[in-house]
């Protein structure tokens, strides 16, 4: 991998960021790294009980002190929480210093994928259309991504593969 340079997967949660950059790290034999996995170790927590107990602006200021040191300090495979990249100095530190896809799920699949979910605090009893704004709020920050990976009705490997061929084809040419 191009020194210095970490696959860094962004969309909104339950696009399959998790998932699929573990697949890709494996794929890859790099490092893979799970911020919000990162964020619970280090405040011995779950998401939902650091929103609950602490609030919303403590978890984002911790979100962006743990995921810029994993930028900076490691290389592999970043998997960032579904808000992350709206943090400005997150998202121009991936900009300029990382292969940044977005893994861009439509609305109504994701509502079917994470409804009722206890570990994503921003989404339990949420509405089809609260999703719907969340997604097109954050689109706007997700659609600068390096790359746009539409994941809707593609198969798990089908995804991996296009995310493969697009880094291998990078790597040729940069």
């Known amino acids: 991998?191009?020194?210095?340079?970490?696959?860094?997967?962004?969309?909104?949660m339950g696009s399959g960021k998790s998932s699929i950059g573990f697949l890709v790290s494996k794929k890859l034999k790099l490092d893979f790294y799970d911020i919000d996995d990162h964020i619970e170790k280090k405040l011995d927590m779950k998401i939902s009980e650091?929103?609950?107990?602490?609030?919303?602006?403590?978890?984002?200021?911790e979100e962006e002190k743990i995921t810029l040191n994993i930028l900076k300090k490691r290389k592999g495979v970043i998997s960032l929480g579904g808000g992350a990249f709206i943090n400005k100095n997150i998202r121009k530190e991936v900009l300029e210093n990382h292969l940044s896809f977005w893994l861009k799920v439509d609305s109504n699949i994701l509502l079917n994928r994470i409804k009722n979910s206890v570990k994503r605090p921003l989404t339990l009893?949420?509405?089809?259309?609260?999703?719907?704004?969340?997604?097109?709020?954050?689109?706007?920050?997700?659609?600068?991504?390096l790359f746009k990976i539409n994941c809707g009705k593609q198969k798990k490997e089908e995804i991996i593969n296009k995310i493969l061929n697009i880094y291998e084809n990078y790597k040729i040419n940069n």
């Open 125 to 145: 009893n949420t509405s089809v259309n609260d999703l719907k704004k969340m997604n097109k709020i954050r689109s706007k920050y997700y659609s600068k991504a």
């Open 1 to 12: 991998m191009e020194s210095g340079k970490n696959i860094v997967f962004l969309g909104m």
């Open 50 to 61: 650091i929103f609950k107990n602490k609030g919303e602006v403590f978890f984002r200021k």
